[in-house]
């Protein structure tokens, strides 16, 4: 094995992330390190020398990789927010067009809201529209700040902000659940695809805070 088919794999080894970011991430290494080499071996040096010097201007792989770790953990960030951005706000409109088609407006069950029920709707409302909001937010100022700080330091920024977005939708969520529950535990069976949907948010909101979480462990390690 040569030494940079040596370095790549142990590079490859100790990333983890998305399989096409890493893909990208040790080719573009790959061919710096053929281009490094190559540039030696027009000096004079033979192959095998010529790669062991290329290998040791790149770096040490345990630094490289830490590196590379936090650009990958920052394009799973960005993919993260985009999700926040359109998934969300589809969800939500999904479930509230198969509420009118399969249920119809909630006067039908007879039955007044309280005061304090209706405070409970007026906050759901707003909190569900914050994720988005914090996403266009982060995605926008990750483009600002990506100027100015690395990888890793961005990545600090955007972990924060999935995990503040993917919070907030989790909190709407159970607000209304809960809320709706005390009410009338009637209304928690809408109709079956509004049920489905509704497993679905909930799925879709744990599996949000995931990616923050995991980025953080991969990062420590």
Same mark, same amino acid.
């Given at each position: 094995?040569?030494?940079?088919?040596?370095?790549?794999?142990?590079?490859?080894?100790?990333?983890?992330?998305?399989?096409?970011?890493?893909?990208?991430?040790? &080719?573009?290494?790959?061919? @710096?390190?053929?281009?490094?080499?190559?540039?030696?071996?027009? %000096?004079?040096?033979?192959?095998?020398?010529?790669?062991?010097?290329? *290998? $040791?201007?790149?770096? /040490? *792989? $345990?630094?490289?990789?830490?590196?590379?770790? #936090?650009?990958?953990?920052?394009? @799973?960030?960005?993919?993260?927010?985009?999700?926040?951005i359109v998934g969300i706000p589809l969800i939500?409109?999904?479930?509230?067009?198969?509420?009118? !088609? &399969?249920?119809?407006?909630?006067?039908? =069950?007879?039955?007044?809201?309280?005061?304090w029920y209706m405070s409970v709707i007026e906050?759901? %409302?707003?909190?569900?529209?914050? /994720? /988005?909001?914090?996403?266009?937010?982060?995605?926008? %100022?990750?483009?600002?700040?990506?100027?100015?700080?690395?990888?890793?330091?961005?990545?600090? +920024?955007?972990? !924060?902000? *999935?995990? #503040?977005?993917?919070?907030?939708?989790?909190?709407?969520?159970?607000?209304? &659940? +809960?809320?709706?529950?005390?009410?009338?535990?009637?209304?928690?069976? +809408? =109709?079956?695809?509004?049920? *489905?949907?509704?497993?679905? !948010?909930?799925?879709?909101?744990? !599996?949000l805070l995931a990616p923050a979480f995991r980025?953080?462990?991969?990062? $420590?390690?």
């Amino acid at each position: 094995m040569s030494a940079i088919d040596g370095y790549i794999g142990d590079l490859d080894a100790r990333l983890r992330g998305s399989a096409a970011a890493k893909t990208d991430l040790l &080719t573009e290494a790959r061919d @710096g390190l053929v281009d490094a080499a190559e540039a030696y071996r027009e %000096g004079g040096v033979d192959e095998a020398e010529a790669e062991r010097r290329a *290998v $040791a201007d790149f770096g /040490p *792989v $345990a630094v490289i990789a830490r590196d590379y770790q #936090a650009e990958l953990a920052l394009r @799973g960030d960005i993919g993260t927010l985009w999700k926040v951005i359109v998934g969300i706000p589809l969800i939500h409109v999904s479930w509230e067009l198969a509420r009118i !088609w &399969t249920y119809g407006d909630w006067s039908r =069950s007879g039955k007044s809201n309280p005061e304090w029920y209706m405070s409970v709707i007026e906050l759901f %409302g707003v909190l569900v529209i914050v /994720p /988005p909001l914090i996403g266009v937010v982060a995605l926008f %100022g990750a483009r600002r700040l990506g100027r100015r700080l690395d990888s890793v330091r961005l990545g600090l +920024v955007t972990r !924060w902000t *999935v995990g #503040a977005a993917a919070s907030t939708n989790l909190l709407a969520l159970l607000l209304l &659940t +809960v809320g709706t529950a005390a009410l009338d535990p009637s209304r928690m069976n +809408v =109709s079956l695809a509004c049920n *489905v949907l509704a497993a679905g !948010w909930a799925a879709f909101s744990l !599996w949000l805070l995931a990616p923050a979480f995991r980025s953080r462990r991969l990062l $420590a390690a």
